[in-house]
Nanobody
Framework: QVQLVESGGGLVQAGGSLRLSCAASGIIFSINTMNWYRQAPGKQRDWVATITRNAIANYADSVKGRFTIYRDNAKNTVYLQMNSLKPEDSAVYYC???????WGQGTQVTVSS
């Protein structure tokens, strides 16, 4: 059974930073491409970033240059370092392995102006 537990969200002022974590279990983490998504109230869930098993990263244009996705295979955890946060980054953030249609509970990020 795949389980995903996101953490690290919170309230931060514009320009601040947060680091999100997603601990995965029930999968062979090291071979899975991992993704971060986000969903703001009343909006669809949008893709934010991807990291492949070989640590190749890709980002949505809206976060490129500000967010960094990375992974620690020894801890079965994927991270999202978010810098220079903007109010429009406020959302619930979720992680998901590409190969599985499973979502965690998400972690709330709120950026105040």
């Amino acid at each position: 059974q795949v389980q995903l537990v996101e953490s690290g969200g919170g309230l931060v002022q514009a320009g601040g930073s947060l680091r999100l974590s997603c601990a995965a279990s029930g999968i062979i983490f090291s071979i899975n491409t991992m993704n971060w998504y986000r969903q703001a109230p009343g909006k669809q869930r949008d893709w934010v970033a991807t990291i492949t098993r070989n640590a190749i990263a890709n980002y949505a244009d809206s976060v490129k240059g500000r967010f960094t996705i990375y992974r620690d295979n020894a801890k079965n955890t994927v991270y999202l370092q978010m810098n220079s946060l903007k109010p429009e980054d406020s959302a619930v953030y979720y992680c998901r392995p590409t190969a599985y249609n499973t979502w965690g509970q998400g972690t709330q990020v709120t950026v105040s102006s």
